[in-house]
């Protein structure tokens, strides 16, 4: 009724003053925000769904994307980005808190066994080591293209990074050997911080213990963030200035030195297979070999073979005898799946930008007789996505090397028979978890980086990648980890980095070489 004598006499209806009170009222109710929520699930159902306005059907105006056009729709990403920032900041400073109370009170690996102020001081130099080895290297693949003399003033021990690895072949050197030192760390780091069995620290819930200490939450997440993500995020714009020191030329030299070793040289028989394989020779920018530096190069390629057929049966038989540090309960076929499974994940993850990024140059026309392989490549390049991939599959690939570092190292308890019947002393090497760190960076990593260079169009063919990169965008959207940005806003001026573009002015990102900032 009250419809009908609104439509009949709408001007009369809109003179009563008590219609001027119920509007007050309703802008009131409004503004309390207690249905704001309407506005956010609005906000991020319309692009999911795929509404358009419209104007784009009715007057032929471009169709909208997933940004944000109102400004409703700007203040709800406001918010909503301030809620992810304060939220996955405080799950950080909540997990710090844990690791280093499980350090304190003696539940950690090295805590126990040797001094909980060595574990505390060892762990954050750890951390601080790998956010070098990370970011380092991002910077001296970029500063390829960069001619020195722009900089051999302004930043000598820059200069002296990149004269290093520069130099012929070191740069691929650097890179493997940066590998295992990145995989070597998280298990020292994995042996400082992961709880030992039946750990409780701050009176916290069975719940809440076995998420954040016996799943390894808390050190997950602190290391991804502070020790990976937020080194990233200024090494990407602060090159310059984020190796300009003599803790990344120590780094370097250590990088290069793991190489040299001759303990991932097993990598390049592979390397050579491939290369037979596709009829594409090893690039290389020195000269040949001599006869003595070939004789060296193949006994070093025998020798890392041996050792990796050694590790991989320590490893092997650590699970068949429940030595391992794997959860309980789990049989032992099971635990033996699970290992190479993920050693698959990791591999398939670090293979998988560098395949998409060498079939850029294939024409999209010829990309797509290549159902699944053209799929993975549009949902990898689509909009902002390769940037929220890469930071997702950081974190992944980082947490599956938690998992696997948990599962390679090994625990004889007392009275217990040593692997293979070794010595102690050898037994105390194992137990170091450094033969796990060979398996993790040659068959979890490098191998599949060979393979992945060598066939893309296939690699990218595996339906398996589409699920991979959904998941990695589903991980970097949950915002668990983007206190990495915050951290690095905050760290930027305290160490004094500024862009690039203050010191080189014409430096332009086009001068990147894509490809191979993909590999890193």
Same mark, same amino acid.
């Given at each position: 009724?009250?419809?009908?004598?609104?439509?009949?006499?709408?001007?009369?209806?809109?003179?009563?003053?008590?219609?001027?009170?119920?509007?007050?009222?309703?802008?009131?109710?409004?503004?309390?925000?207690?249905?704001?929520?309407?506005?956010?699930?609005?906000?991020?159902?319309?692009?999911?769904?795929?509404?358009?306005?419209?104007?784009?059907?009715?007057?032929?105006?471009?169709?909208?994307?997933?940004?944000?056009?109102?400004?409703?729709?700007?203040?709800?990403?406001?918010?909503?980005?301030?809620?992810?920032?304060?939220?996955?900041?405080?799950?950080?400073?909540?997990?710090?808190?844990?690791?280093?109370?499980?350090?304190?009170?003696?539940?950690?690996?090295?805590?126990?066994?040797?001094?909980?102020?060595?574990?505390?001081?060892?762990?954050?130099?750890?951390?601080?080591?790998?956010?070098?080895?990370?970011?380092?290297?991002?910077?001296?693949?970029?500063?390829?293209?960069?001619?020195?003399?722009?900089?051999?003033?302004?930043?000598?021990?820059?200069?002296?990074?990149?004269?290093?690895?520069?130099?012929?072949?070191?740069?691929?050197?650097?890179?493997?050997?940066?590998?295992?030192?990145?995989?070597?760390?998280?298990?020292?780091?994995?042996?400082?911080?992961?709880?030992?069995?039946?750990?409780?620290?701050?009176?916290?819930?069975?719940?809440?213990?076995?998420?954040?200490?016996?799943?390894?939450?808390?050190?997950?997440?602190?290391?991804?963030?502070?020790?990976?993500?937020?080194?990233?995020?200024?090494?990407?714009?602060?090159?310059?200035?984020?190796?300009?020191?003599?803790?990344?030329?120590?780094?370097?030299?250590?990088?290069?030195?793991?190489?040299?070793?001759?303990?991932?040289?097993?990598?390049?028989?592979?390397?050579?297979?491939?290369?037979?394989?596709?009829?594409?020779?090893?690039?290389?920018?020195?000269?040949?070999?001599?006869?003595?530096?070939? /004789? &060296?190069?193949? +006994?070093?390629?025998?020798?890392?073979?041996? $050792?990796?057929? !050694? #590790? *991989?049966?320590?490893?092997? %038989?650590?699970?068949?005898?429940?030595?391992?540090?794997?959860?309980?309960?789990?049989?032992?076929?099971?635990?033996?799946?699970?290992?190479?499974? /993920? &050693?698959?994940? +990791?591999?398939?993850?670090?293979?998988?930008? $560098?395949?998409? !990024? #060498? *079939?850029?140059?294939?024409? %999209?026309?010829?990309?797509?007789?290549?159902?699944?392989?053209?799929?993975?490549?549009?949902?990898?390049?689509?909009?902002?996505?390769?940037?929220?991939? &890469?930071?997702?599959?950081?974190?992944?690939?980082?947490?599956?090397?938690?998992?696997? #570092?948990?599962?390679?190292?090994?625990?004889?308890?007392?009275?217990?028979?040593?692997?293979?019947?070794?010595?102690?002393?050898?037994?105390?090497?194992?137990?170091?978890?450094?033969?796990?760190?060979?398996?993790?960076?040659?068959?979890?990593?490098?191998?599949?980086?060979?393979? #992945?260079?060598?066939?893309?169009?296939?690699?990218?063919?595996?339906?398996?990648?589409?699920?991979?990169?959904?998941?990695?965008?589903?991980?970097?959207?949950?915002?668990?980890?983007?206190?990495?940005?915050?951290?690095?806003?905050?760290?930027?001026?305290?160490?004094?980095?500024?862009?690039?573009?203050?010191?080189?002015?014409?430096?332009?990102?086009?001068?990147?070489?894509?490809?191979?900032?993909?590999?890193?």
């Amino acid at each position: 009724a009250w419809r009908i004598i609104a439509s009949r006499s709408p001007l009369g209806f809109m003179s009563n003053p008590l219609i001027y009170l119920l509007i007050r009222i309703c802008l009131l109710l409004e503004a309390t925000g207690v249905c704001s929520s309407s506005w956010v699930l609005a906000r991020f159902t319309k692009p999911i769904v795929g509404y358009q306005p419209d104007e784009v059907y009715l007057e032929g105006e471009p169709k909208q994307g997933p940004e944000a056009v109102t400004k409703r729709d700007k203040d709800v990403d406001i918010t909503v980005t301030v809620v992810k920032y304060l939220g996955s900041l405080t799950l950080l400073v909540f997990c710090v808190t844990i690791v280093m109370a499980t350090i304190f009170t003696k539940q950690t690996g090295f805590a126990k066994s040797i001094h909980e102020l060595f574990a505390f001081f060892f762990f954050w130099f750890l951390i601080c080591w790998l956010a070098m080895a990370e970011g380092g290297q991002g910077c001296l693949v970029g500063l390829q293209a960069i001619q020195k003399e722009l900089y051999i003033e302004s930043h000598p021990r820059t200069l002296k990074n990149t004269e290093l690895a520069h130099k012929g072949d070191n740069m691929a050197r650097f890179i493997v050997g940066r590998q295992f030192l990145v995989v070597l760390i998280i298990f020292l780091i994995n042996m400082c911080g992961s709880p030992i069995a039946g750990a409780q620290v701050l009176g916290l819930s069975d719940s809440l213990t076995s998420i954040f200490l016996g799943n390894g939450v808390a050190l997950m997440i602190t290391t991804i963030v502070i020790g990976q993500l937020t080194a990233q995020v200024n090494a990407a714009v602060c090159m310059l200035d984020f190796i300009n020191n003599y803790f990344m030329l120590f780094t370097s030299y250590a990088s290069l030195a793991i190489e040299y070793s001759g303990l991932l040289h097993s990598v390049y028989l592979v390397q050579i297979a491939f290369s037979k394989l596709t009829g594409e020779p090893v690039e290389s920018r020195e000269s040949p070999r001599s006869g003595i530096q070939n /004789l &060296l190069f193949w +006994v070093r390629v025998l020798i890392s073979t041996a $050792i990796l057929f !050694f #590790a *991989l049966a320590v490893t092997i %038989e650590s699970l068949l005898q429940g030595q391992s540090g794997i959860w309980e309960g789990i049989p032992v076929a099971v635990s033996i799946l699970v290992f190479f499974v /993920l &050693l698959c994940l +990791v591999g398939l993850m670090d293979g998988m930008q $560098i395949a998409a !990024f #060498a *079939l850029i140059s294939m024409s %999209e026309e010829e990309l797509s007789q290549y159902g699944v392989a053209s799929a993975n490549c549009k949902l990898m390049f689509t909009g902002q996505n390769l940037q929220a991939f &890469l930071i997702g599959r950081q974190i992944f690939v980082a947490s599956l090397m938690f998992i696997v #570092a948990k599962i390679a190292t090994i625990s004889v308890g007392e009275g217990e028979e040593n692997i293979f019947g070794v010595p102690d002393w050898f037994q105390a090497f194992l137990d170091t978890g450094l033969l796990g760190a060979v398996v993790l960076a040659i068959i979890g990593s490098l191998i599949w980086r060979i393979m #992945a260079s060598s066939f893309p169009l296939a690699f990218m063919s595996n339906p398996l990648v589409y699920i991979i990169i959904r998941t990695c965008l589903i991980i970097e959207g949950t915002g668990f980890f983007s206190s990495a940005w915050l951290l690095a806003l905050i760290h930027k001026p305290l160490a004094g980095y500024l862009p690039d573009e203050v010191y080189i002015e014409d430096f332009d990102d086009d001068d990147f070489d894509e490809e191979e900032s993909a590999r890193v």
